[in-house]
């Protein structure tokens, strides 16, 4: 059994971490601190720890000013307020200044589980990927936020960087992390299956059980959704049947809409989109949900086996 | 408090030719936002040849004091006021507007002195409380002056800011609030009215300084007093005339966002000698 972590704890500690090399990392929250974890640093560095309450529009306007002077300012709460309630602070304050300003958003995703559609932050991604300037990371598990926080505190520019809420298994990789390159964790010409953040895990034993019958797909982790890996896109594109795309998201405008939208333009194949389909979300168990929304591994199976016996 | 009387002609001849710039670049460009740029021009000019702590040589010095102009949209006063300085050439200005100026038609960070963009109203009094944290954390003694326009304080995200620049006491914060009582659509009483509001600011824990603001020595010593508040942000709350200096502007909502025809430019210039 996989060791099982909290993003959200990885994230914490790591900031600590930063916090203790680089005397300009700050830290904001708006009143979700225990459950963003940005208390930990709160409590070895609070002057540079401000709470702003539940006023997330000021928090990410704030940050800028505190970029302007030259601080690397990491933000957190809910991705549901990060991303919307916060977008013109986001988009004109942090994004068109250019600024080191890093949203850390937890609570992304249907898996937020027993709150419900208000809390599922299922339009994020989209919302950030349209903005100029903005870099973003879905960390696949534990090990993999703290890269992706690093990757932001040690990377110019804004950066969203979207985490889960419940426990994730740890995966094995067998190449470190590079921001920016997609990790190919599964070698396969036979499909090919894009995943982000949770739905990363899914897909691994989808691919295991593909393989007990006979097809060979090839598993990308596909970490950085900004700026987008073209080349190992295109590369699944021209070496195998189609790509199935899966994301604990809008099929709209996040990791499905960034495969079509290079596809289409330099090597047009199938991509068959895994991810919500114009619905909110709703309350339950994580698991009975990713059920609900056909975002299980044996989903990803299926559609896999049906992209198989397709045509090229 | 005591202002020479010659500091006062001074700043008061200043401020003229600023008014004459703004004019001239928005009748240039065909667009922009005299109204606004008009009320503001006596505080501004004000703050930065006579308050701010600055080194247009030398724009990215640490210790400077920080000015933002949250009312973006009045960003021909900055950039005329800035070019006064020293920040850049004064021919520059004639450029406002145009394909690939360093002055955009709201504030960029392109443009020398300017340390963040605005144009989205309501955003820039977090920006400064952010400046303002900055310093704290640094343990800088620099201050932050914000100018906000009176239509721009409907924003809720103003009074977020205001809300946690007093809960974290943030002295070296001083807000200016250019209240001319105009916005787009008409008078802020009638748009959305925002008495009582110096109460308003006093009740969020702010010190409230109310002046004349087109009365130099008032301006002065508004910032005097506000450099003086302890264990809380400042706030002048400026009642100003908007298109001031311009007769055939001065209190017409028209002219809030709309250039002078170069007949109206020309009568201007004439009332700006």
Redesign the interface.
């Known amino acids: 059994m996989a060791e099982q972590l909290y993003q959200r704890d990885v994230y914490g500690k790591t900031l600590v971490e930063l916090g203790r090399q680089n005397k300009d990392i700050?830290v904001l929250d708006a009143d979700l601190s225990s459950s963003t974890r940005t208390g930990l640093f709160a409590k070895e560095f609070p002057?540079?720890f401000?709470n702003?309450?539940v006023?997330e529009?000021?928090m990410?306007?704030?940050?800028?000013?505190?970029?302007?002077?030259?601080?690397t300012?990491f933000v957190s709460t809910f991705a549901i307020f990060a991303s919307g309630r916060a977008w013109?602070?986001v988009?004109?304050?942090i994004c068109?200044?250019?600024f080191n300003v890093k949203i850390v958003a937890t609570h992304a995703g249907i898996s937020v589980g027993p709150d419900g559609a208000s809390h599922q932050a299922l339009e994020d991604i989209a919302l950030m990927r349209v903005i100029p300037n903005m870099n973003i990371i879905v960390p696949c598990d534990g090990p993999q936020t703290a890269d992706a926080v690093k990757a932001a505190a040690g990377n110019k520019g804004p950066f969203y960087i979207r985490l889960g809420r419940p426990k994730v298994p740890t995966l094995d990789k067998k190449d470190v992390f590079k921001f920016g390159q997609a990790q190919v964790l599964t070698e396969g010409n036979d499909i090919a299956i894009f995943a982000c953040g949770i739905m990363v895990a899914e897909a691994l034993i989808a691919v295991e059980n593909l393989m007990k019958k006979g097809v060979k797909a090839r598993l990308v982790n596909m970490h950085t959704l900004r700026p987008v890996d073209t080349k190992t896109i295109l590369d699944a594109a021209r070496d195998t049947r189609g790509i199935i795309a899966c994301e604990e998201h809008t099929i709209i405008g996040g990791l499905a809409s960034s495969i079509d939208e290079v596809v289409s333009e330099s090597c047009p194949t199938r991509v068959i989109r895994l991810g919500i389909k114009n619905r909110f979300g709703q309350s339950g168990d994580p698991g009975d949900l990713l059920k609900e929304y056909k975002l299980t591994s044996l989903d990803i199976e299926k559609a896999a086996l049906g992209l198989f016996s397709s045509r090229k | 408090m005591n202002y020479t009387e010659e500091k006062i002609k001074d700043l008061e001849g200043k401020a003229k030719k600023i008014r004459r710039l703004i004019v001239q670049m928005i009748a240039k460009a065909g667009s922009g936002h005299p109204g606004g740029s008009l009320s503001s021009t006596d505080l501004v000019t004000a703050l930065f040849f006579s308050v701010l702590r600055h080194d247009p040589k030398n724009p990215g010095w640490p210790d400077r004091d920080r000015f933002h102009m949250s009312k973006g949209h009045c960003c021909p006063l900055w950039y005329a006021v800035l070019s006064s300085c020293g920040y850049f050439p004064e021919e520059k200005l004639m450029t406002l507007r145009q394909f690939g100026s360093l002055l955009q038609g709201h504030p960029d960070r392109r443009t020398p002195g300017i340390e963040s963009a605005s144009g989205s109203l309501g955003q820039g009094l977090s920006i400064g409380l952010g400046m303002s944290l900055a310093a704290r954390i640094d343990n800088k003694d620099y201050r932050v002056y914000v100018l906000t326009g009176d239509g721009e304080i409907q924003e809720g995200n103003i009074w977020e800011a205001a809300m946690a620049a007093s809960h974290y006491k943030c002295e070296n914060l001083c807000a200016i609030l250019d209240y001319n009582g105009f916005q787009i659509d008409g008078k802020t009483c009638n748009v959305m009215d925002l008495e009582p509001i110096v109460d308003k600011w006093r009740s969020f824990g702010w010190n409230t300084i109310e002046i004349d603001g087109h009365n130099m020595k008032e301006i002065l010593s508004a910032y005097e007093e506000a450099g003086k508040a302890k264990g809380r942000p400042s706030i002048i709350i400026a009642r100003t005339i908007k298109g001031k200096g311009v007769s055939f502007m001065e209190n017409i909502c028209d002219f809030h966002g709309r250039a002078p025809t170069k007949e109206e430019e020309g009568k201007a210039l004439k009332e700006l000698e």
């Open positions: 700050v002057e540079r401000f702003f309450g006023a529009q000021n990410m306007a704030s940050a800028a000013g505190l970029a302007a002077c030259g601080k300012v013109d602070q988009r004109n304050s068109y200044n250019n």
